[in-house]
Nanobody, 125 residues
């Protein structure tokens, strides 16, 4: 399985970005994608995920601002990020799991079998 993120960039405070995660090398439609971010000097944190059954979960700080969605025809998962705030910048990664269906939280790292290389997000005031 190969993941490629795109869509990162630099926006002003309050701006929007749409990240995409293109999935290849997996022939089934049902899979889980987690979105993680890592700011310089900080630990990586999960911010959103979509399960194999299209259930979704968001951490509190992005709930209502971020939306994760899936396009099965294109095998891409998007992360729409609105009203970007000073705590949002970092390298954003998507991660793949074929063993998580319904999600109630962000699955731990051990559930993910493949990771992308990341796309950077910066927010300027």
């Amino acid at each position: 399985v190969r993941l490629v993120e795109s869509g990162g960039g630099s926006v002003q405070l309050g701006g929007s970005l749409r990240l995409s995660c293109a999935v290849s090398g997996y022939r089934f439609k049902s899979f889980c994608i987690g979105w993680f971010r890592q700011a310089p000097g900080e630990q990586r944190e999960g911010v959103a995920a979509i399960g194999g059954d299209d259930s979704t979960f968001y951490i509190g700080s992005v709930k209502g601002r971020f939306t994760v969605s899936r396009d099965n025809t294109q095998k891409t998962v998007s992360l729409e990020m609105n009203n970007l705030q000073p705590e949002d910048p970092g390298m954003y990664f998507c991660a793949f799991s074929d063993s998580v269906n319904n999600i109630q939280n962000i699955p731990g790292d051990r559930w993910f079998h493949a990771w992308g290389k990341g796309t950077p997000v910066t927010v300027s005031s």
